[in-house]
């Protein structure tokens, strides 16, 4: 049972903790492991007093690999981390896994091994642009992974457009059909985002109307002054830089984490 499964009326808010470049990456340097695991306890702890419902640890490696597989030295950094950070906060605090830009069955090991709930995936399905050369989906891997390890209990957040993922073929592909094709592969919701808010309202709107019980997550944009309305019909949000006083990968701000929290639980 994912922590979808019972959701309600509830939305999520999920901060999400920003590393830096860990061991089995280009840009590491010797210290910066301990540097971001002191950062991610902190950040969990932020979130947590702050009354956030959980966090998604996330690579900042800086220069990615395109395709699902990360270094060893690299999955076990994380999982360091993230087993830390269970540790530093509550049993009914969400935690999340996600090694970046797509490596999403390193990600699942890591979940599993340190009893993280859920992961976020780029391109679970179809194919994506990224910096770092072409992303391709690769479910038929993942979904039989998934059961080798026995983690279909571990969610996925499936993005189906936003940041990370825009796919090939832009709108010829109708966003409803691009969250189902991620729910027949696994995802336990969709992720999208878009800058304009009309835009992303609308979007959460067309695959509420296909879906009405697939929880949608909003991926970014979402701020002290518009989160009210862009949360009306979504299930949750993955929230960074408002947290980090709008400067990207610095230190959570347990203050601003209230005040969001509070306008959320506001919703009606």
């Given at each position: 049972m994912s922590i979808f499964s019972n959701l309600?009326?509830?939305k999520l808010v999920l901060g999400l903790?920003?590393?830096?470049?860990?061991?089995?990456?280009?840009?590491?340097?010797?210290?910066?492991?301990?540097i971001a695991l002191d950062k991610a306890i902190k950040d969990a702890q932020a979130l947590y007093r702050g009354g956030?419902?959980?966090c998604l640890v996330q690579t900042v490696d800086r220069i990615y690999p395109s395709g699902d597989d990360a270094d060893y030295a690299r999955v076990s950094s994380m999982a360091i981390i993230t087993h830390e950070v269970r540790k530093a906060?509550?049993?009914?605090?969400?935690?999340?896994?996600?090694?970046?830009?797509?490596?999403?069955?390193p990600s699942l090991g890591v979940a599993k091994a340190t009893g993280a709930q859920f992961t976020r995936?780029?391109?679970?399905?179809g194919t994506t642009v990224s910096p770092f050369g072409l992303i391709d989906a690769n479910p038929h891997k993942v979904g039989m992974y998934r059961r080798q390890i026995g983690a279909q209990d571990i969610a996925m957040i499936a993005e189906i457009h936003g940041y990370h993922f825009?796919?090939?073929?832009?709108?010829?592909i109708p966003l409803p059909m691009r969250a189902r094709m991620a729910i027949n592969a696994g995802a336990d919701a969709v992720e999208i985002?878009?800058?304009d808010e009309e835009t992303n309202n609308r979007m959460v709107h067309d695959i509420k109307k296909v879906f009405p019980d697939i929880p949608v997550i909003l991926g970014g944009k979402t701020d002290l002054e518009n989160v009210t309305r862009r949360m009306k019909e979504a299930n949750g949000a993955l929230v960074g830089s408002v947290f980090e006083k709008g400067q990207w990968g610095r230190n959570v701000n347990e203050e601003i984490v209230k005040e969001y929290v509070a306008l959320v639980r506001s919703i009606e």
């Open positions: 309600g009326n509830q903790i920003h590393l830096i470049p860990l061991p089995g990456t280009p840009l590491y340097k010797e210290g910066d492991l301990e956030a419902d959980g906060t509550s049993p009914d605090f969400l935690v999340g896994a996600q090694i970046m830009w797509n490596c999403i069955t995936c780029t391109a679970l399905t825009k796919g090939l073929g832009g709108d010829d985002m878009d800058a």
